[in-house]
T-cell receptor
């Protein structure tokens, strides 16, 4: 059940503030992903990274930023430009090279004060 | 880009009955179709997946069917049990990065 850890579990953002969500994995996975989950809308891809120091925008990247300085870590920053940040954020990872299975973290619930 | 539609959004069945959830996709390049189960307050977990070179796949009480021509795929759960109650998501993906597009989810409730 472990292997990919997200923190914190709950996070509150004040207006105009940037906040960073942590995602760490010890599965030696190459690819990492960030999804946003809103009620009734499924999971939408924010950013993904296939290798260190490289990442691509997903479907809803506006107002978010990421970095991939280490293989194990893929933090997501929710910037003040994201006007509707309240959501459940899920990080995921997988091996590449034909292994399709995504492993998800336990998520971070972000709310706006 | 890819668009995945999932139906129904809610489904209630009696314990022991079968449940079927259907998804359609728009991008003919999609070649990987997983199904994830998310129990309340927990992370999504892969329960079964299928690739475009296969029409059907079974794993005990669950099965997935794929119709590439019609661009739809379905999840079948037989002999449902209360522990099957959860939200189920379908997804479609392609390419080396395997970025997945998810359906909106189906809340399955199995009534004892």
């Amino acid at each position: 059940d472990g292997g990919i850890t997200q923190s914190p579990k709950y996070l509150f953002r004040k207006e105009g503030q940037n906040v960073t969500l942590s995602c760490e994995q010890n599965l030696n996975h190459d690819a990492m992903y960030w999804y946003r989950q809103d009620p009734g809308q499924g999971l939408r891809l924010i950013y993904y990274s296939q290798i260190v120091n490289d990442f691509q925008k997903g479907d809803i990247a506006e107002g978010y930023s990421v970095s991939r300085e280490k293989k194990e870590s893929f933090p997501l920053t929710v910037t003040s430009a994201q006007k509707n940040p309240t959501a459940f954020y899920l990080c995921a990872s997988r091996l590449t090279g034909g292994n399709e299975k995504l492993f998800f973290g336990s998520g971070t619930q972000l709310s706006v004060l | 880009g890819e668009n995945v539609e999932q139906h129904p959004s809610t489904l209630s069945v009696q314990e022991g009955d079968s449940a079927v959830i259907k998804c359609t996709y728009s991008d003919s390049a999609s070649n990987y179709f997983p199904w994830y189960k998310q129990e309340l307050g927990k992370r999504p977990q892969l329960i079964i997946d299928i690739r475009s070179n296969v029409g059907e796949k079974k794993d005990q009480r669950i099965a997935v069917t794929l119709n590439k021509t019609a661009k739809h795929f379905s999840l079948h759960i037989t002999e449902t049990q209360p522990e099957d109650s959860a939200v189920y998501f379908c997804a479609a993906g392609s390419g080396s990065a395997r970025q997945l597009t998810f359906g909106s989810g189906t809340q399955l409730t199995v009534l004892p």
